[in-house]
């Protein structure tokens, strides 16, 4: 049997950079085990040390997840296309807010003559009319996270007339947002996002309410505030708030909207909406840190955010209207560099901790302790600062540098005479470093060379130590002639 096996972009630097695979077997996992056969160290990233399928990587046969089939053991026939999804998350590191909120007088609303002329498009609109955008000025809407997918999602929402819109962020612009966050401009560098957003929605809006929420979005305060909302969307694109923000969607009883980037590709989807399934249905667990790279790591095409950002505003208003056919049960996959989509089909798992006929879970948990943030092993290895290694640098025997970014960062920005490696390839390349060297790690911030320190003491290198705070530093510290990005 000829079966092929899609490769996500995320997996592709271990197929050498095949998005398709063809393979040979008669069930799905022995068609995986064919590609890890062809690839190996793929292996450690589709299965546990039981062998087993990892939770964060989703597998479907054409449209379906095998685990609504019969998991690996699922027979495939030839021109099957086996695709493998795994848990993506592109977007910035954390989300904020405000709790307190006024909740909007339900009443049956005149549209007055701005508002008729304003919304005529819709207005005209069977699908949408009077009635349609009454419901829209009535609606509310979080909006979590004010970034990249956060931009063309505000916009959209306050021009439709979304009555209510709560935005929740802590963040200031920078320079390196612009080139995708199209709500802010570049008078806005240095400014707190909430406020600049809040300006422009306005100004494009002023008929609508914007309710700026200013303390972090937690386990603490995530109820009271999303549970006043009709729907929350989720623009910040990182597992802990995903989960907390589903979770706590789900324990609210409203519907959130899901969306994902990384580099080129994009996902959504609307979860806990008319009895459909959650994000914990399509992926338990989340992926370990570090294994799943983010923006600031992988890089994003500028309009991608865009386009799935639109997406789920999209989605939104269909939501809030009960028009149309939602992306509920259906994770969307969109490939921007091949402008292709894709859609799978996601059930509700009648096991599900959260939302499942029995949820074990009943109130949010520690989402940064489940996503092990803050848990990586960068405590244990040896680190040595800027300003040392400089010193070390200027000596009669300066230390070996090991880079394990990614090429295109090595491009931006290098240490002279530092080795690329980037730690994805690491453990394949381990023996182009000798063990008699002393030799510094370093990356962007600092964190995946930690990980490389940790895993080349691991592999018995002892004179081994990371650059605390990674090039960032050393070009911020040591010298400012150094690009940063
Ligand atoms: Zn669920």
């Known amino acids: ?11 592709r630097g271990f197929t050498e950079g095949r998005a398709s695979v063809a393979t040979e077997g008669g069930t799905v996992g022995e068609v995986l085990k064919d590609l890890t056969k062809k690839y190996s160290s793929l292996a450690t990233h589709l299965f546990d040390k039981e062998g087993r399928v990892r939770s964060f990587v989703g597998i479907f046969l054409n449209e379906d997840d095998i685990r609504q089939l019969q998991k690996e053991a699922t027979p495939v026939k030839d021109g099957d296309v086996v695709l493998i999804i795994p848990a993506i998350a592109g977007g910035s590191p954390g989300a904020v807010a405000f709790p307190s909120l006024s909740k909007l007088k339900r009443t049956e609303r005149e549209l007055t003559h701005a508002q008729m002329t304003r919304y005529s498009r819709h207005l005209i609109l069977p699908e949408v009319g009077l009635s349609g955008q009454r419901k829209l000025l009535d609606s509310s809407v979080l909006l979590v996270g004010a970034g990249g997918l956060g931009a063309p999602l505000a916009l959209y929402l306050a021009a439709a007339g979304v009555g209510k819109i709560g935005l929740v962020d802590f963040d200031v612009v920078d320079a390196s947002n612009l080139q995708r966050q199209v709500i802010y401009g570049t008078e806005d560098i240095g400014k707190a996002k909430i406020d600049r957003a809040e300006a422009r929605l306005k100004s494009l809006n002023p008929d609508i309410e914007i309710v700026k929420h200013n303390v972090r979005l937690d386990s603490s305060n995530a109820l ?8 929350v969307v989720d623009g910040t694109d990182n597992f802990p708030t995903r989960y907390l923000v ?41 992926p370990p840190p570090g294994l799943v790279p983010s923006c600031a790591e992988g890089g994003v095409l500028g309009v991608l955010p865009g386009i799935v950002g639109s997406l789920q505003a999209l989605e939104t208003i269909k939501v809030l209207l009960g028009r149309g056919e939602t992306l509920s049960g259906r994770l969307l996959l969109f490939d921007a560099m091949g402008l292709k989509f894709r859609e799978l089909k996601v059930k509700r798992n009648k096991d599900c901790p959260v939302c499942g006929d029995q949820p074990t879970q009943r109130g949010l948990i520690d989402y940064q302790a489940f996503c092990g943030v803050g848990t990586a092993p960068t405590v244990t290895v040896n680190e040595v600062d800027p300003e040392e290694l400089h010193q070390e640098l200027e000596s009669a025997s300066p230390p070996v540098l090991l ?31 000798s063990t ?6 370093y990356c962007h911030g600092g964190s995946r060379s930690a990980t490389a320190t940790q895993f080349l003491l691991d592999m018995g290198f002892q004179k081994v130590r990371n650059l605390r705070g990674g090039i960032d530093a050393y070009a911020q510290r040591v010298d400012p002639e150094l690009p940063t990005y």
Do not use: H, W
């Open 436 to 441: 008699a060297d002393n030799i510094v790690v």
């Open 1 to 11: 049997m000829s079966v092929e096996v899609m490769v996500p972009t995320a997996l």
């Open 246 to 286: 589903n979770d706590a969607a789900i324990l609210s009883k409203i519907p959130s909207v899901y969306g994902s980037i990384f580099r080129f590709e994009g996902q959504a989807s609307v979860f806990g909406y008319r009895g459909g399934p959650c994000y914990r249905c399509v992926y338990p667990e989340p």
């Open 224 to 231: 009271s505030i999303i549970g006043s909302y009709d729907v």
């Open 403 to 433: 880079d394990v970014r990614e090429p295109m960062e090595f491009e931006i920005v290098k240490l002279p005479g530092a080795k690329l490696i980037p730690l994805m390839k690491l453990p394949e390349r381990v023996n182009e470093l």
